[in-house]
């Protein structure tokens, strides 16, 4: 009889992490426990001092993810009731572009006194929106000049990335810029002190670090330093040699296997993001097939053999989920989250008496009085960027909208336009993929609202005209980055030696959604319509917005001040 193996993925999420326990004979999830970060995410008041953070800022305690970790995989070993000893490996995945600076031994620089007081010195979540400025000037610079990387990523930079965030670090924290040794992605460092060595990935350089093997990695210091000077410095900062998706980054250290409860040695692969790894999770290997990865936001990844630049792409990778293929990324910097703003602010009470009063909550409420009505009944049209625009507008200064209400406008008409403001969204994102020639011949959802929110799932169906197919587990990135540390652990340690092979045990489809045809028609109206409200505030008017949250972050940094 073979003897069991099972491998451990862990990962970390916006507000929590989560570690699941994978049967690598059958991908059975065997136990599976989360944690809350102990300071959650921080976008309000500063800890340390009680000072209020500028508008758009949120960091986390590089601190908590170590803590949460320990407690996680400590646990989840306890709930599988397994033996350690058959853990042959350990992946990971994180959100991205999330940043942590670090010293010379890779301490994180908010660990160490001389700088506890400064929130730069802290992990930028990769939520912070505070670097737009920053970031609409190295796009209008790279546009000037011609610059190719920004062509991998639809031709603009996120705020939420790397340069951004770096560069408004070199600027306004010059002492903590110069102090950072090293300046990694979460995952990353996390890998490295799992470890014992700096060991970087190849998908998060390639994503959100503007890097690109094809027309020679970073982009130049000559345009880096025509930011600002020294900002070039940034390149010492900053990884060069990578790991691809699946490789073993090391062996774990003594240390942390005591620590975790884990042997030591065993393998730990490289990180990855969060949704990257769900690919695998919900065992998508080849080019056609899209993956929503649907959470606080929602992520578009597919694969391709060969490279199309399409507008509005947030990336465009080699080997950045598969190797030996290119892979897309994009995506709706709001969705999850923008229910939940909506829930927790915008409900009356009443709304919430009655739930409680059916025993369900404010969501499932909203939801069963949202799906009574036809398309386009609420009257109400929504503009779906309350945080901001990732897809082909990459402008996280844009912000939602609301066309259409009137005196007789209830909570649920609103719920409504806010799912068909989300579909459309996507139907913008799918549309674009086609247009550029890359064909999307199936769509797979995963996360909380794919299992959560049918009637989400439904109208994203019926307002793309074809079928969402459910990933079962609803820890798909978990699984993922389980399975991920299995390949690095490779099939002599009992692992898999090819992503096909890992993909076998990925989680099975629970339920598809097909396209009620009556409403099809009825959504490609209300699309047209849509689309006319993207284009007005998204190019020809899009000042209107940028100038509202230009005010308002003047009036709250001014408060700040006071």
Same mark, same amino acid.
């Given at each position: ?237 900053? #990884? ?5 998706? *699946? !490789?073993?980054?090391? $062996?774990? +250290?003594?240390? &942390?296997?005591? @620590? ?63 190797? #030996? ?5 994009? *995506? !709706?910097?709001?969705? $999850?989250? +923008?229910?939940? &703003?909506?829930? @927790? ?75 068909? $403001? ?141």
């Amino acid at each position: 009889m073979a003897v069991a193996t099972y491998a451990i993925g862990v990962d970390f999420g916006t507000e929590a992490c989560r570690a699941i326990v994978v049967d690598l004979s059958d991908g059975n999830e065997v136990g599976v426990v989360s944690l809350a970060y102990p300071h959650g995410v921080v976008d309000d008041l500063f800890p340390e001092d009680g000072s209020k953070l500028p508008r758009d800022w949120a960091i986390q305690y590089p601190s908590d993810y170590l803590t949460v970790l320990e407690h996680c995989v400590q646990g989840v070993l306890v709930q599988a009731e397994i033996d350690p000893a058959s853990v042959i490996s350990l992946g990971l995945d994180a959100t991205a572009c999330t940043l942590i600076p670090v010293d010379a031994h890779d301490t994180a620089l908010a660990d160490l006194a001389p700088y506890a007081s400064n929130p730069h010195a802290y992990a930028k979540l990769w939520k912070d929106h505070s670097s737009q400025p920053q970031a609409s000037r190295i796009n209008a610079a790279a546009l000037e000049r011609g610059e190719k990387f920004v062509d991998y990523y639809g031709g603009k930079i996120s705020s939420e990335w790397v340069l951004a965030k770096t560069l408004k670090l070199a600027e306004e924290a010059p002492e903590i810029f110069a102090a950072a040794e090293r300046i990694y992605e979460c995952g990353d460092w996390l890998v490295s002190t799992l470890v014992g060595e700096e060991t970087r990935s190849a998908a998060v350089a390639g994503y959100k670090a503007s890097y690109q093997a094809e027309i020679g990695g970073y982009p130049t210091a000559d345009f880096l330093e025509g930011l600002f000077p020294g900002f070039a410095d940034v390149l010492g900062k900053l #990884g060069w040699d990578f790991l691809v998706p *699946g !490789q073993r980054a090391g $062996g774990l +250290t003594a240390q &942390w296997a005591q @620590r975790l409860g884990l042997p030591p040695g065993i393998a730990v692969g490289a990180s990855n993001m969060d949704a990257q790894v769900a690919m695998l999770g919900a065992g998508i290997s080849k080019p056609g097939e899209m993956l929503l990865v649907m959470g606080t936001s929602v992520c578009n990844l597919m694969l391709a053999d060969e490279r199309e630049f399409v507008p509005g792409v947030a990336g465009l990778v080699s080997d950045g989920i598969v190797p #030996g293929y290119w892979a897309y990324e994009t *995506g !709706q910097a709001g969705v $999850g989250d +923008t229910f939940g &703003w909506y829930v @927790r602010n915008m409900v009356p009470a009443e709304y919430v008496e009655r739930a409680n009063a059916e025993s369900k909550s404010v969501y499932e409420l909203l939801e069963e009085m949202a799906a009574r009505m036809q398309p386009g009944e609420s009257g109400v049209m929504a503009l779906d960027w309350f945080n901001g625009n990732r897809a082909t507008l990459m402008d996280s200064h844009l912000s939602g909208l609301l066309v259409g209400m009137t005196l007789q406008t209830k909570p649920e008409h609103i719920y409504r336009a806010l799912i068909e $403001g989300s579909a459309f969204g996507q139907r913008i994102i799918v549309e674009a993929f086609r247009d550029a020639g890359v064909p999307v011949t199936r769509l797979v959802a995963c996360g909380g609202l794919a299992s959560r929110a049918p009637l989400l799932i439904q109208t994203l169906a019926d307002v793309l005209g074809m079928e969402i197919e459910v990933s079962r587990s609803e820890q798909t990135p978990a699984l993922g980055a389980a399975l991920h540390g299995a390949l690095a652990a490779g099939s002599a340690e009992g692992g898999f030696a090819y992503f096909g092979d890992a993909s076998r045990i990925a989680s099975p489809i629970a339920v598809t959604y097909a396209p009620n045809k009556s409403r099809v028609k009825q959504f490609d109206e209300l699309f047209a319509l849509y689309r006319r409200l993207y284009e007005q505030f998204g190019n020809e008017e899009r000042a209107m917005m940028h100038s509202l949250r230009a005010h308002a972050s003047q009036v709250s940094n001014n408060k700040t001040k006071e």
